[in-house]
């Protein structure tokens, strides 16, 4: 049964916002969601943020933005998520469940933040604070960066345990800046070639810069009411068939096993809630946040089996070559996390909007011939927190 559905969408980024904040960047969203699903501001009664913990961390930030809304004697209820890049996602399932409980009718879900506005010594020393959070004896060294090297961590394992190269690793940023260029708004607009992803700054033992998520300020909303009022609105409406979420380690063990990993039981989930299998998904919104992340979603949702996630990736990079790769590669059709941009946690939510233009039919030169249904996955910290929704017309 469809209970809810997406009635509008706004999205800022990603870019270098230099005049705004991420508090400006939710409402400026806000407001575009807001005329996109024809809505006015009393009908909303729920609110869902997914917060700014970089560029404007703030304490009870969903009260806050709802007071900058003028929405607070309006909502029946005010939260923000805690699942890291999974936030987004998170947010969209909590949004449906609101609706199917009858406690709220018209959800509002924002995600943004700031990096690269941010002064590079205030943006390096959140980012280091965030690091310190990762008490682990083996990565006791805060001279660099520790989320790349826990990715690295993994991505070795990935190589020793099933053979794949560092080219098929290269080859994800690859394919992604292919489809970013396509998406005016994607903060790069350069085709990569592999030696330059390969040959690109280190910044740890086997990840390049050209690996890291593209960092960004940007983010977007999304409003979700019940499917039976979502008729009433100007948009298609792109109805929520299902979800899932799971929970890993807090933190990477030292011995990594494929037990770690939390994305099949959250795909699990949200396939049976939608009573469908990964055979129907026509296209995919992935976090790509590295390489390894994107080879691993692609063997959880079952895509691929697991462990061939690069020799599946390398096949998919020798056909890109060759043709248009538009209904091919029906995978981030707009960048993901290494092209169009990644604004910290709130990334996934340009996965979700991306998804609602491709089945709205307004995707453009990017555009699917048949993108419904469509699943969309976020991954929070190292593989600690997973959350997977399905949407169809």
């Known amino acids: 049964m469809r209970k809810s559905a997406v009635a509008g969408i ?13 508090t400006d960047i939710m409402k400026e969203a806000f407001a575009l969601a807001l005329l996109d699903s024809g809505l006015a501001m009393d009908d909303i009664d729920a609110l869902i943020i997914c917060p700014a913990s970089i560029g404007e961390p703030r304490f009870m ?15 029946r209820y005010c939260g923000s998520t805690s699942t890291g890049g999974a936030g987004p996602i998170s947010a969209l399932l ?12 018209a959800v509002a879900i924002v995600a943004a933040d700031t990096l690269v506005s941010l002064p590079p010594a205030d943006m390096l020393e959140r980012i280091r604070t965030v690091d310190k959070m990762i008490n682990l004896d083996d990565f006791a060294d805060n001279s660099k960066p520790i989320v790349p090297r826990l990715y690295d961590a993994i991505a070795a394992w990935h190589m020793n345990a099933y053979g794949t190269t560092r080219e098929q690793l290269a080859m994800v940023p ?59 609105v100007k948009q298609k409406p792109v109805y929520i068939l299902g979800g899932g979420e799971a929970a890993g380690l807090e933190f990477m063990p030292k011995t990594i096993s494929e037990e770690m990993f939390p994305a099949r039981r959250a795909v699990q989930l949200a396939f049976r809630e939608a009573g469908l299998t990964v055979s129907n998904i026509r296209s995919f919104g992935i976090y790509d946040c590295f390489p390894i992340c994107f080879l691993k979603c692609i063997e959880e949702i079952g895509l691929v089996g697991t462990g061939a996630g690069g020799t599946w990736i390398e096949e998919r990079y020798q056909h890109y070559s060759a043709q248009d790769p538009r209904d091919e590669f029906p995978i981030n059709t707009h960048g993901g996390l290494l092209s169009f941009g990644a604004p910290w946690e709130a990334a996934a939510i340009f996965s979700i909007l991306e998804a609602v233009e491709q089945i709205r039919g307004i995707a453009e030169n990017r555009q699917l011939q048949n993108p419904s249904p469509a699943l969309v996955y976020g991954n929070g910290g190292v593989f600690t927190s997973a959350a997977v929704a399905i949407l169809a017309s």
Not at 13 to 22: F, I, K, N, V, Y
């Open 10 to 22: 706004g999205r800022l980024g990603c870019a270098a916002l230099l005049d705004r904040t991420p």
């Open 61 to 75: 930030p969903a009260h806050y933005l709802a007071s900058k809304l003028n929405l607070e004697q309006s909502l």
């Open 94 to 105: 909590l949004a449906d469940t609101l609706i199917a409980a009858q406690r709220a009718t």
């Open 174 to 232: 690859v394919l992604m800046s292919r489809q970013g260029i396509r998406h005016p708004q994607a903060m790069n607009h350069k085709e990569f070639t592999l030696d330059e992803v390969v040959n690109s700054k280190r910044v740890s033992d086997i990840s390049t810069m050209l690996e890291c998520a593209r960092p960004a300020d940007g983010g977007g909303a999304i409003i979700v009411t019940d499917a039976e009022r979502v008729k009433d």
